[in-house]
């Protein structure tokens, strides 16, 4: 039986960032160092393939700092935690390494900064989400709040009004953060903020480059976790150009009577899913159909971070 044709466009930049990269190095090292089992605090970053991949290496992953044992040593994840987590780990005389990305303690270190100065800080994040719980972790309680969406910018009452200033989360649309931070500042003109906002280099790109593929195709399959933040605003992203789009986390998740039989289908990955999965969808589509293959242009990003001190001397 011949097999439907099918275009396949691959997004790109897609998939792991420089900070992702470094976390996964991270635990990686210090499972060479130190030996198993090194403890995890939270997910590293948010994707079960990775995380199971260390877990055989003999990571073991924990929610909060009391079920790491004394004598262990702890990596923090990707996406920050509270101030008062370093701290305990240190009166604790645990060993700890921190993950966090770069671009995330930049936004900690903003924050510190701004209160230092006596602002108020108005936040645009996701509530619950771990770099949202750990960059209001750098202050003191009262002293930043939390805004979701266009209408939390347009009703609330922050605490004062005078030395005002905003920050983000690293991972939001670009597009609602843009609409958020315009009501902002007509509301307060005076408000103080990063230039632009504190969304990282990796996200645009890959909203950008979703946004891109979407011009030209049917539907669009986004490969990351359902509580990976930035994969699902690729997903958001595809769908608000009416180019229906699905988070998968793996090829066996692929709905097949969703996609139906396409002409054009486009694929891309959240920051947190390795290239290996891109590779086992690909595979999969081309069991069902003739796939010819290929990959949106684009500079390469060609960012790295730097290892902690502590792990490569
Ligand atoms: C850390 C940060 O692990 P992720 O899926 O995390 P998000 O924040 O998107 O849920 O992706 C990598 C990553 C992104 N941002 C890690 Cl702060
Ligand atoms: Fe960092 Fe952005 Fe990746 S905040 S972990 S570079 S998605």
Not at 94 to 100: G, I, K
Not at 153 to 161: C, D, E, K, V
Request: charged letters at 25%; a negative charge; glycine letters at 6%.
């Amino acid at each position: 039986m011949t097999k439907p044709p099918l275009h396949l466009l691959i997004a790109a930049p897609r998939g792991f960032c420089a900070g992702v990269d470094r976390a996964i190095k991270i635990v990686e090292l210090a499972l060479e160092r130190h030996g198993p089992p090194v403890y995890v605090r939270h997910e590293i970053v948010h994707n079960r393939f990775v995380v199971d991949r260390l877990r055989g290496l003999g990571a073991v992953f924990v929610e909060d700092l009391a079920s790491v044992p004394d004598g262990r040593p702890v990596v923090f994840s990707a996406h920050g935690v509270p101030k008062m987590v370093p701290a305990a780990a240190q009166a604790r005389g645990l060993e700890y390494v921190d993950a966090t990305c770069p671009l995330v303690s930049k936004v900690h270190r903003q924050a510190e900064r701004m209160i230092e100065k006596d602002m108020h800080i108005l936040f645009i994040g996701h509530a619950g989400h771990p770099e949202v719980i750990g960059t209001f972790g750098q202050v003191p309680e009262g002293k930043m709040q939390l805004i979701e969406t266009e209408e939390d910018a347009r009703s609330i009452a922050p605490a004062r009004t005078d030395n005002l200033a905003f920050l983000t989360q690293t991972t939001l649309s670009v597009d609602d953060t843009a609409a958020m931070i315009d009501i902002l500042k007509e509301r307060f003109p005076s408000i103080q903020g990063p230039r632009g906002e504190d969304i990282c280099y990796a996200t645009s790109n890959r909203q950008a480059a979703v946004k891109q593929i979407a011009e030209t195709v049917d539907k669009m399959l986004v490969i990351g976790a359902p509580n990976s933040s930035n994969s699902r605003r690729l997903a958001e992203a595809s769908n608000r150009l009416d180019v229906p789009a699905r988070l998968i986390e793996r090829a066996q998740e692929i709905d097949w009577e969703w996609l139906g039989t396409p002409l054009s289908l486009g694929l891309t990955a959240g920051a947190s899913a390795p290239e290996i999965l891109v590779r086992e969808v690909v595979e999969a589509l081309a069991e069902r159909f003739d796939v010819t293959e290929e990959e949106a242009e684009h500079e390469p990003e060609g960012m790295i971070f730097k290892l902690p001190r502590e792990l490569v001397a």
